[in-house]
T-cell receptor, first 113, second 118 residues
Framework: EPEVTQTPSHQVTQMGQEVILRCVPI?????FYWYRQILGQKVEFLVS????????KSEIFDDQFSVERPDGSNFTLKIRSTKLEDSAMYFC???????????FGQGTRLTVV | AQTVTQSQPEMSVQEAETVTLSCTYD???????LFWYKQPPSRQMILVIR??????QNATENRFSVNFQKAAKSFSLKISDSQLGDAAMYFC???????????????FGKGTKLSVIP
């Protein structure tokens, strides 16, 4: 069964460093998303991406964040200069169309020290 | 903006019994989707069930069913014959039906942690 895969599963980085979280969406999906879940809190929307551009972003998604689809398969989230409060679980999701189910990856746990 | 509220931070159920998780939401839209996602200790988000607001019939998926009350903006999840594998965090989520009305992003509640007692 097709699935969304995320790498790495866990990343530890020093404050101020850049990190890139990687995702491989399901191959025929056209809409891509990043969500964040700070430990013990709810899942929050960061950004949606369609047709090679951002279609929607939340107030969390500031200039420190960027997304990219560098090739036909990967979808990345970059955090330029990490802060302690960026420590969270980051989920990638994809959907075939905008109004169909979003399938989530297993998440990347980011720890900023 | 839409909001989703789950008023039960934790619930427990005996194995083989039935449990109902509550969810209420607030929206000015008339058409939308509602979802329940399960997050086991592995942390992956797994879709359990979805409901289209324009459908009056409550959705069911095997042991999982919902009670959708559109006028009351209530969307509860019933788990029948609970199993140990049902132990997880359960999130209720809302999504607009049409793009431009807030995009296709999901708005989640804070979750309910369900424990299953053997």
């Amino acid at each position: 069964e097709p699935e969304v895969t995320q790498t790495p599963s866990h990343q530890v980085t020093q404050m101020g460093q850049e990190v890139i979280l990687r995702c491989v969406p399901i191959s025929n999906h056209l809409y891509f998303y990043w969500y964040r879940q700070i430990l013990g809190q709810k899942v929050e929307f960061l950004v949606s991406f369609y047709n090679n551009e951002i279609s929607e972003k939340s107030e969390i998604f500031d200039d420190q964040f960027s997304v990219e689809r560098p090739d036909g398969s990967n979808f990345t989230l970059k955090i330029r200069s990490t802060k302690l409060e960026d420590s969270a679980m980051y989920f990638c999701a994809s959907s075939e169309a905008g109004n169909t189910e979003a399938f989530f990856g297993q998440g990347t746990r980011l720890t900023v020290v | 903006a839409q909001t989703v509220t789950q008023s039960q931070p934790e619930m427990s159920v005996q194995e083989a019994e039935t449990v109902t998780l509550s969810c209420t939401y607030d929206t000015s839209e008339s058409d939308y989707y509602l979802f329940w996602y399960k997050q086991p200790p592995s942390r992956q988000m797994i879709l359990v069930i979805r409901q289209e607001a324009y459908k009056q019939q409550n959705a069911t998926e095997n042991r999982f069913s919902v009670n959708f009350q559109k006028a009351a903006k209530s969307f509860s999840l019933k788990i029948s014959d609970s199993q140990l594998g049902d132990a997880a965090m359960y999130f209720c989520a809302y999504r607009s039906l049409y793009s431009g009305a807030g995009s296709y992003q999901l708005t989640f509640g804070k979750g309910t942690k369900l424990s299953v007692i053997p």
